[in-house]
């Protein structure tokens, strides 16, 4: 439970039809199964006691009785387990039954919450709030349809059930329950199985954790169920904020995994919209203390990509789409027909030459209305040079080639630097001398020109760009791209392009070292300068942006997953070291990311001064690099 990681678990165990004895039974071993794993959520299907398909035996005192002593039996086995666990049974109270969960948690019933759309005739509507009830010797205990139950010791983890036809109503009470707090839905259905049931409840509830920022866990009637009508299949799946995370139909189900209720919490505190209500609500805590989590969910190296490698392609066309789009936008607008973007060879500047030509392609324009500059100066290789050419010729773009030496070397005379120290002067001079041609250039056109910048979205987190330099531009296409977003769209293109030329000049794009290029070259003519031997490797630094910075979660709980996703590429001090100088730099770069142009937010996040994450660019790093010093 440590850094809001919570162990949930939907479990759809074989069961007999009014047989509520043999039912508790199997609901104890899956406790004790899931308690063995850590378990601290576990959800049973509806009705699990006595079977969803018992039709009118429901009305019976016998099976109703028998459903409250299945009850006691596994509120007595639930002693000793730290573990809320949903079961759902009929519940009689004077002339009526209802459809309810009990929550059952460390010897005790919690409460018990009846279903606020029963889709059975059998069952009653319970209003908005009943009086307290007993079962057998339980209770008595609320049972209310609007329960939230909080754990003593995790704040942000807050359970609210649904139960039947909750499930599927039109206005879910799951909204209602969000609202007021709950991060986690425990969905209790009761479906039969049909030949797109699946799919239908997966796109459901997908929809609705993203739509409600929460964790679902869902158990559905699986085998043992009657089949006289119908067939059940045991559907149980956990999704997060939009994703499932496990899912598994196959009679007798069982799905686990970890919820991070963190992260629901961080979504939630950005949603503007997210405004509830828990006047209304019954509140019950539960738990004793805060845990480590085994983790067992993965955590992948790039979470600015899909997640399926399957879906890379349309991903990253429809990234390429969006980028082209926003700058067809501005150039409309502006009445502009002239693209201009520096080319170095390297990928950003590779992907906005692209995208320039893809912009002008939309257009209805020639492709030579792009211009594509390379202005080669102190540290300019020939393999970025010749790729920087050779994607711009394949695009069609007019290719010019500006060398900037000797204005750079007359810069350095002006103001009496020496050119052999070469230091922070020596390097920034090429950059900005480099962004007023591209200017000037663009401002030359008659029909209007556009100087369109090449920076990711990752420089600008780390500040590894010249302040007035390539730091600035007209338009800036990749504002809103991590670096690793970058690779993934220039890659599609290498292998979607039916241009060899152009797919093999790309691919070795990918291959090259990051690098500004504004020191001289090796004795080889390879590159010297290398971003990433200053800044960090760009995986990890897109990894900490999005647990960081996008998400809000503290240095610990980073450090954690960096371990977890990378720790067969670096060890523990190594990710420690990078992580500490992605803090630093993200305040000390700051007033760089306060005056950015204007470029499209792509994927819900960017660096806008105007719409995205700002901060103050004189806020103070210490409590940031202390916290990373502490760690272990």
Not at 293 to 305: E, S
Not at 353 to 380: H, N, Q, R, S, W
Not at 481 to 506: H, I, N, P
Request: overall charge negative; glycine content about 8%; proline content about 5%.
């Amino acid at each position: 439970m440590k850094h809001g990681f919570i162990k949930v678990a939907a479990a759809a165990p074989e069961i007999r039809v009014a047989d509520p004895m043999f039912n508790a039974d199997a609901v104890i071993r899956a406790m004790d199964e899931h308690a063995r794993l850590g378990v601290k959520v576990l959800v049973f299907p509806e009705l699990t006691l006595t079977g969803a398909t018992c039709g009118d035996l429901f009305y019976q005192n016998t099976l109703l009785a028998g459903a409250a002593a299945a009850l006691e039996k596994v509120v007595q086995a639930s002693e000793g387990k730290d573990m809320l666990v949903f079961v759902g049974l009929p519940v009689a109270q004077g002339a009526k039954v209802y459809d309810a969960a009990a929550a059952v948690c460390n010897g005790e019933l919690l409460g018990v919450v009846p279903a606020s759309c029963p889709g059975d005739r059998h069952f009653a509507l319970p209003g908005a709030l009943l009086d307290d009830i007993q079962i057998g010797s339980l209770g008595p205990v609320d049972f209310h349809p609007q329960q939230l139950f909080q754990h003593s010791a995790v704040s942000e983890l807050n359970v609210a059930v649904l139960v039947g036809a909750d499930v599927s109503a039109p206005v879910s009470p799951a909204v209602r329950h969000a609202l007021a707090g709950a991060t986690v839905l425990v969905e209790m259905a009761g479906f039969p199985m049909a030949t797109d049931s699946a799919c239908r409840v997966t796109t459901a509830v997908r929809a609705e954790s993203a739509k409600l920022h929460a964790g679902v866990v869902l158990a559905a009637p699986g085998f043992g169920e009657s089949s006289t009508d119908a067939t059940y299949s045991g559907l149980c799946l956990i999704a997060e904020d939009g994703k499932v995370l496990e899912s598994a139909e196959d009679g007798c189900s069982d799905v686990v995994t970890e919820l991070d209720v963190q992260l629901l919490i961080a979504a939630r505190r950005k949603d503007a919209t997210f405004i509830g209500d828990a006047a209304s609500y019954v509140v019950t805590e539960w738990g004793e203390g805060v845990e480590e989590t085994v983790l067992t969910r993965p955590f992948g190296k790039y979470p600015y990509r899909p997640d399926d490698p399957a879906d890379y392609h349309a991903a990253a066309k429809r990234l390429l789409h969006m980028q082209a789009a926003s700058l067809v936008r501005r150039m409309q607008y502006a009445n502009l027909k002239h693209p201009v973007v520096g080319i170095s060879g390297g990928v950003d500047s590779t992907l906005a030459v692209i995208i320039c030509a893809e912009a002008v392609k939309m257009m209805g324009l020639p492709a030579d209305y792009v211009t594509a500059v390379t202005m080669p100066c102190f540290g300019t290789t020939d393999r970025t040079k010749s790729n920087a050419i050779i994607v711009s010729e394949q695009l069609g773009a007019t290719v010019r080639v500006i060398d900037i030496g000797e204005s750079v070397m007359q810069h350095f005379k002006d103001i009496g630097h020496d050119p052999e120290n070469r230091n922070v002067v020596y390097e920034n001079a090429q950059a900005r001398e480099r962004t007023q041609i591209l200017m000037d250039v663009a401002n030359g056109f008659a029909d209007g020109g556009i100087h369109v910048g090449t920076e990711d979205m990752s420089e600008f987190a780390d500040g590894w760009c010249t302040y007035n330099g390539d730091h600035i531009s007209m338009y800036d296409v990749n504002a809103g791209s991590t670096k690793t977003m970058v690779q993934m769209v220039v890659r599609y293109v290498a292998e979607t392009t039916d241009d060899d030329v152009l797919s093999k000049a790309l691919l070795d794009v990918l291959d090259t070292p990051v690098s500004p290029e504004l020191l001289p070259p090796t004795r080889n003519g390879e590159i010297a300068q290398k971003s990433e031997d200053s800044v960090g490797p760009y995986n990890l630094q897109d990894f900490f942006l999005y647990y960081l910075v996008d998400h809000g979660f503290a240095p610990e709980k980073v450090l954690r997953l960096a371990d977890i996703a990378y720790g067969d590429e670096f060890d523990h001090a190594t990710l420690k070291k990078w992580l500490r100088s992605y803090c630093r730099r993200l305040f000390s770069q700051q007033f760089k990311r306060s005056c950015l142009q204007d470029g499209p937010t792509l994927n819900g996040f960017s660096f806008s001064p105007r719409t995205g994450f700002t901060m103050p660019s004189d806020g103070s790093d210490a409590l940031y690099l202390a916290t990373v010093d502490a760690l272990k």
